[in-house]
């Protein structure tokens, strides 16, 4: 099945700076990448998320890119500020012989935007 | 209706005793997912359906953890005999269109604690 690896586990950077998260998948019929934000107590909310017909994607100060030769996609957050304080989570499809099921998260990264 | 809503938000329960948790998705959705998350990690996918059909099953963590969606709307999860290591959060996500290739919208989450 489709195993998802995320680092760093905690990054901290000061307010202003840009950040990095970085994933790994497994399976190569893997063709949708969400990323998900968790504030303290709340629910995971999707940020971004990109498909496999494209390299990048941006939103406003959030990108993600793709790079499926070597299975890895990645978060990146310019300009962070205190509201970008969270844990973010990468994850990918889980398929099984009828199809995409659910998904498959990262371990998360928690980002810590320093003032 | 705006959101995906669970019900209740917090359980404490005693080992051995049985559990349901509900989970109403966003109305014109007709996927609906079970996650479980522990403290530090990402949701863990435990099962699906598509309208009333639950498509996978085989990730719910034991023969004591079972899952409803009856007419296709609100679903139930159940598990029976409580044990310390069933404490964790529960999450319901529901998403619109047949495929996981599209935004899955969490709720709330339930959180259980079992003493």
């Known amino acids: 099945g489709e195993n998802v690896e995320q680092h760093p586990s905690t990054l901290s950077v000061q307010e202003g700076d840009s950040a990095v998260i970085k994933c790994t998948y497994s399976?190569?019929?893997?063709?949708?990448f969400p990323w998900y934000k968790q504030e303290l107590g709340k629910r995971p909310q999707l940020i971004i998320d990109?498909?496999?017909?494209?390299g990048e994607k941006k939103d406003q100060r959030i990108a993600v890119t793709l790079n499926k030769t070597a299975k890895h996609f990645s978060l990146h957050i310019t300009e962070t500020q205190p509201e970008d304080s969270a844990v973010y989570f990468c994850?990918?499809?889980?398929?099984?012989?009828?199809?995409?099921?659910?998904?498959?998260f990262g371990k998360g990264t928690h980002l810590i935007i320093q003032p | 209706d705006t959101g995906v809503s669970q019900d209740p938000r917090h359980k404490i329960t005693k080992r051995g005793q049985n559990v349901t948790f509900r989970c109403d998705p966003i109305?014109?959705?007709?996927?609906l997912y079970w996650y479980r998350q522990t403290l530090g990690q990402g949701p863990e996918f435990l099962t699906y359906?598509?309208?009333?059909?639950?498509?996978?099953k085989s990730r719910l963590l034991s023969d004591r953890f079972s899952a409803e969606r009856p007419k296709g709307s609100f679903s139930t999860l159940e598990i029976q005999r409580t044990e310390q290591g069933d404490s964790a959060m529960y999450l319901c996500?529901?998403?619109?269109?047949?495929?996981?290739?599209?935004?899955?919208?969490f709720g709330q989450g339930t959180r259980l604690t079992v003493v």
């Open positions: 109305s014109e959705h007709n996927r």
């Open positions: 399976d190569s019929a893997s063709n949708y």
């Open positions: 994850a990918a499809p889980i398929y099984s012989g009828g199809g995409a099921d659910g998904l498959t």
């Open positions: 359906f598509q309208n009333e059909a639950q498509l996978e």
């Open positions: 990109i498909r496999s017909n494209v």
């Open positions: 996500a529901s998403s619109l269109e047949a495929g996981v290739n599209t935004e899955a919208f």
